[in-house]
């Protein structure tokens, strides 16, 4: 079985504050990792994804994210947010030693970035 | 390249009546997989095919609902009977290949409302 949590529904950032997006997973086999991006009206975009390599994910416009084991958690960063991040975001895992394929997402954490 | 096509964009159907939605994938990919996000919520898995056929199928809600994938490329997510609760936006995604943790790449979704 596997689960995704993510810690805050919504998440509200001066422009050129840092970001921090918290999402913590449960998974019975080793887990693939991705964070979603969804604007208004507009398709789900991959940010980064992690598959068992590098514990530190780097993705696009700056976003990262760190694969922590220990913590089952996979947060998301930005050292600075721009008025263009505000968006829906969505942790997702994925097992990668079963035969299911299907992506399970988050709630989804809503952020507000302020003039 | 093109990504992800789905038509329609919208579509608004009466209690009872049956609907076809279609999704395009990129060209190429071998899987795909259609998932439902009601309002508020993040996307819910429906199935999923390897080529032509579903490998798995498991998140379909009831046998009201149906996919079919005839040349291993476009797929039509059938649904009979529509209820209200069947109101939501339909998401169609694609991979390259079907190993474990292959990054899927969405569609814009279709949004059905049923009245």
């Known amino acids: 079985a596997q689960s995704v949590t993510q810690l805050d529904s919504h998440v509200s950032v001066s422009e050129g504050t840092p970001v921090l997006l918290r999402c913590n997973y449960s998974s019975s086999y080793s887990p693939s990792l991705f964070w979603y991006v969804q604007h208004p009206n507009k398709g789900l975009q991959l940010l980064l994804k992690y598959t068992s390599a590098a514990t530190l994910v780097k993705g696009i416009n700056g976003f990262e994210a760190e694969f922590k084991k220990s913590e089952t958690s996979f947060h998301l960063t930005k050292p600075s947010a721009h008025m263009s991040d505000a968006a829906e975001y969505f942790c997702?895992?994925?097992?990668?030693?079963?035969?299911?394929?299907?992506?399970?997402f988050g709630s989804g954490t809503r952020l507000q970035v302020q003039p | 390249g093109a990504g992800v096509s789905q038509t329609p964009s919208n579509k608004v159907t009466e209690k009872g009546k049956y609907v076809e939605l279609r999704c395009d994938p990129i060209?190429?990919?071998?899987?795909l997989y259609w998932y439902r996000q009601s309002l508020g919520q993040g996307p819910e898995f429906l199935i999923y095919f390897q080529g032509t056929g579903a490998a798995d199928d498991s998140g379909l809600p009831n046998d009201r609902f149906f996919a079919v994938r005839p040349e291993g490329s476009v797929s039509t997510l059938k649904i009979q009977r529509t209820e209200r609760g069947d109101s939501a936006v339909y998401l169609c995604?694609?991979?390259?290949?079907?190993?474990?943790?292959?990054?899927?790449?969405f569609g814009p979704g279709t949004r059905l409302t049923v009245l």
């Open positions: 995604a694609s991979s390259l290949t079907w190993v474990a943790g292959d990054t899927q790449y």
């Open positions: 997702v895992v994925s097992s990668m030693d079963t035969g299911r394929r299907a992506l399970t």
């Open positions: 060209s190429g990919h071998t899987a």
